[in-house]
C-alpha cells in the first residue's frame, strides 16, 4: 500500500501567470510530506497536478515506478480529500463511502463490508444513513477521508483538510489523523498554510513560496535550520533586527548578535531572533546583554509575550514562563541576552520580514 | 409635554402584527383573485353542462386530434430542449471561450421576441423564396403548414426555460463534487449521471415544467407556421381560439380572418397569403 511520489520539474501556468516554477521533490513511501506555504504560494497547484484535477504545463510525475504525467485523473487512483469535504450532498454517508466502489462495479456484498470497515475506521459507525448536511464540519471531513480511502488508493492527498474547521476540531482530527496514517501507512502528501499542522503530522515539510521550493526537510531542520530568510520568516514567529555583518556577526547600534558566519563583512543583514531565544533578566548578569525598555506584555496563558524597545529602535519579542516575569513590567529597564539568531542577506529577507510581521 | 408623551399609541408588537397580516392579506388576495378564481371560474363553466357535455366535446374527431398533436409537438419540444437545454446549460456555466457571454444572452432571445414574430421568421425561411425552401420542396418534404414547422416554432419559444433554471443550479454546484467523483474512478459519464444529474433534478424539473405548459399553451406562432387548419395542424388550444371565435364574437370576424383565410385555402396558397399579409 505504500508508494512513494515523485515529481520532477513540475511547472504550471494559467495564461501568464506562472503558479509553480520547477518544482522538484520526493514524498516517501508510507511517510506524510507537508506542503507549506501561504496562499498563493502554488502548493494546491501542485497537489491537484499529481492527482490529475489539472494537467501541468512541464515535469512529469511518478508514483513507485509507474509515469502518472500522462494518466488520466480516474486511472491515477488516488484519494483526494478537498478543503470544503466535496461530498455527495444528494447521497447519505453510506453511498457516499461506496461511490469509488460502485462505480468500479464492486459487488453490493463487498462493498457493504468495505464500508462497515471504514464506518468503524473513522468512528462514525452510528451514521451512516445521514445526509451531508446533518453532519458537523469534522464528522464530513471524516466521511470524506473514509470515502477516498474506500477504493484503497495508492496515495492520499489532502488539500488543507481542517481549514474550514474551527481550533478545537482542527487539534482533534490532527491528531486522530496521525493515529490513522499509523494504523494505515498509505503514502501521504498534505498541503497546508498552517505550520503547526505541517510540524505535528509531517515526516517531512517542503516549504513552497510564490511556485518556488525555499526549503525541504525534517520539521526540526525547518524550523532550528531554516535555509532561507523566507523559511525563517514564515515557519514559527521572529523578530527581525536590521544591521550589518561584522566579523560573522550582525552588528546593530552598540550590539551585535552571531550567526552570520556566511555573509560577506560589511554587507546588509538581517537577524532573525525566535521569541523563545530571547532571555530576559532584570539585572546585567552576564555584562554583555541588551539593554531594552518593556513596551507591552501580553498573556499567553502560561507563557507572556513581552515586546521590547532596544536603544537603537528596533523592536523585540521574547515569550517568557509566567514565573520568570519578576522584574519585568511596563516601562522597566531590563537586561536581554540572545541565545541564537540566523542571519540573512537584506535583500534575501525583505520578503521574510513581510511574512513574519504579518 | 408630558400628556403627548402619554397619549396612547400602538406597541410595536402590535404594529409588527398589523404590518404582518396586512402582507399575508395582499398575498393572498392577489393570488387567489389573480390564479385561483379563473381555475375555479373555467372548470365550473366547463362542467356546466353536466358531466356528459363535457365528455361529448372531448370525443369529437377533430378535438382529439387537436390533443394528440399538442401532445406530440411538446413531447418532442420537451425532449429536445431538456437534453439540449442541459447541454447548453453546461457549457455556458462551465466553459470558458470568447463569445460565451453573447451565447447566453442569445439564450434568453426567444423570450424578447414576440411569438408572432417567431412564427414569421419561420414562413420568411421555410416559406416559398426561403433560404430553406428549395432544399426541402426538392425532397418532398413539407415544413410549414405541417408538424416540423410547428415543432420548430415552439422549441425555439421553449428554449430559455431549462437552460435559464439549470445554469444558476450549476454555478451554485461548482465543479468540486464532479472532481471528487472523478479521483473516485468515476468516468465523465457516470459523474454527469450519478452527481450532476441529481444535483440538478430540481431546476430541470421547473425547467421541464415551465416548456411543457409553454408549449401546450403557444398559440402566436404555432398559428402562423401551422395555418390552424381543423383536424389537421390545429392544436388543442388553437381549437380552443376558434370555438370561442366562433360562440363568443360571431360579428367580429375582422381579427379572425387571418387564419379563417389560412384554414380555408390551406398549403401553399395560405403561404403566400400569409407572408403578404404580414408584409
Redesign the interface.
Known amino acids: 500500500m505504500s508508494t512513494p511520489i515523485r515529481v520532477e520539474g513540475l511547472s504550471k501556468r494559467f495564461g501568464e501567470f506562472e503558479a509553480v516554477k520547477g518544482v522538484t521533490f520526493t514524498a516517501e513511501a508510507g511517510s506524510i510530506t507537508a506542503l507549506l506555504g501561504p496562499s498563493g504560494s502554488g502548493k494546491s497547484t501542485v497537489l491537484r497536478v499529481i ?3 489539472d494537467a501541468p504545463t512541464s515535469g512529469r510525475i511518478w508514483m513507485g515506478d509507474e509515469e502518472q504525467t500522462f494518466k488520466t ?2 486511472e491515477r ?4 480529500v ?1 478543503q ?1 469535504y ?5 447521497m447519505n454517508v453510506a453511498q457516499n463511502i461506496a ?2 466502489l460502485s ?2 462495479k464492486v459487488p453490493k456484498h463487498d462493498q457493504r463490508k468495505r464500508v462497515d470497515e471504514l464506518l468503524e475506521l473513522v468512528q462514525l459507525s452510528g451514521f451512516r444513513d445521514r445526509y451531508p448536511d446533518q453532519l458537523s464540519g469534522g464528522q464530513r471531513q471524516r466521511v ?1 477521508l473514509a ?2 480511502l ?2 484503497r488508493p495508492k496515495v492520499l492527498l489532502l488539500d488543507e483538510p481542517f481549514g474550514a474547521l474551527d481550533a478545537r476540531v482542527r487539534q482533534d482530527l490532527r491528531r486522530w489523523l496521525d493515529d490513522l496514517h499509523r494504523e494505515l501507512g498509505v503514502t501521504s502528501l498534505l498541503v497546508t498554510h498552517d505550520q503547526d499542522e505541517a510540524l505535528e503530522l509531517a515526516n517531512r515539510v517542503v516549504v513552497m513560496h510564490e511556485g518556488s521550493i525555499e526549503q525541504v526537510g525534517s520539521p526540526n531542520e525547518i524550523y532550528n535550520d531554516p535555509a532561507t530568510a523566507f523559511v525563517a520568516g514564515f515557519v514559527g514567529s521572529a523578530s527581525v533586527l536590521h544591521g550589518h555583518v561584522v566579523e560573522g556577526h550582525v552588528q546593530f547600534g552598540e550590539h551585535r548578535v552571531g550567526g552570520a558566519g556566511h555573509l560577506e563583512e560589511g554587507t546588509e543583514a538581517r537577524a532573525f531572533v525566535r521569541p523563545h531565544d530571547v532571555r530576559v533578566f532584570a539585572g546585567d548578569r552576564t555584562g554583555g546583554s541588551l539593554e531594552a525598555t518593556v513596551e507591552r506584555i501580553t498573556t499567553l496563558g502560561w507563557l507572556s509575550r513581552v515586546m521590547l524597545r532596544l536603544p537603537d529602535g528596533q523592536v523585540l519579542t521574547a515569550e517568557l514562563p509566567n514565573d520568570e516575569l519578576e522584574g519585568v513590567e511596563l516601562g522597566a529597564r531590563v537586561w536581554v541576552d540572545l541565545r541564537r539568531a540566523r542571519a540573512f542577506q537584506a535583500r534575501d529577507a525583505v520578503t521574510a520580514a513581510i511574512v513574519a510581521d504579518g | 409635554m408630558s400628556t403627548e408623551l402619554r397619549t396612547p399609541r400602538l406597541s410595536g408588537s402590535a404594529r409588527r402584527l398589523l404590518v404582518h397580516g396586512g402582507f399575508t392579506a395582499i398575498a393572498i388576495l392577489y393570488v387567489g383573485v389573480l390564479v385561483v378564481a379563473p381555475l375555479i371560474g373555467i372548470a365550473w363553466a366547463a362542467l356546466r353542462g353536466g358531466l356528459s357535455t363535457w365528455t361529448a366535446t372531448l370525443s369529437q374527431p377533430d378535438v382529439v386530434h387537436a390533443y394528440v398533436l399538442t401532445g406530440i409537438i411538446t413531447a418532442i419540444t420537451v425532449v429536445v430542449s431538456s437534453v439540449l437545454g442541459v447541454v447548453v446549460a453546461l457549457v455556458v456555466a462551465r466553459d470558458r471561450f470568447p463569445g460565451r457571454s453573447l451565447m447566453s444572452a442569445f439564450v434568453d432571445l426567444p423570450l424578447a421576441v414576440s411569438p408572432v414574430i417567431v412564427g414569421v421568421m419561420a414562413v420568411l425561411l421555410f416559406g416559398r423564396g426561403g433560404w430553406f425552401e428549395p432544399w426541402f420542396s426538392a425532397r418532398g418534404i413539407q415544413i410549414l403548414f405541417a408538424l416540423p414547422s410547428m415543432v420548430l416554432v415552439t422549441m425555439f419559444i421553449c428554449i430559455p426555460f431549462v437552460i435559464r433554471e439549470v445554469v444558476p443550479v450549476l454555478q451554485e454546484l461548482g465543479v ?2 464532479e ?9 465523465s459519464w ?1 459523474t454527469f449521471l ?2 450532476t444529474l ?2 440538478i433534478r430540481w431546476g430541470l424539473l421547473y425547467g421541464i415544467a415551465l416548456t411543457t405548459a409553454r408549449a401546450i399553451g403557444e398559440i402566436g406562432a404555432v398559428l402562423i407556421v401551422s395555418g390552424s387548419i381543423t383536424g389537421k395542424t390545429e392544436t388543442a388550444t388553437l381549437y380552443i381560439l376558434r370555438a370561442f371565435d366562433q360562440n363568443h364574437r360571431p360579428g367580429l370576424d375582422r381579427p379572425a380572418r387571418g387564419y379563417r383565410g389560412v384554414q380555408a385555402a390551406g398549403g401553399e396558397e395560405a403561404a403566400d397569403m400569409t407572408c403578404g399579409g404580414i408584409r
Open positions: 492527482a490529475g484535477l485523473v480516474q487512483r488516488v484519494g483526494f478537498f470544503h466535496s461530498l455527495f450532498r444528494h461511490f469509488g462505480v468500479r470524506a470515502r477516498a474506500a477504493p | 468540486s463534487e472532481e471528487a467523483a472523478s479521483t473516485l474512478g468515476a468516468s457516470q450519478r452527481v441529481k444535483n
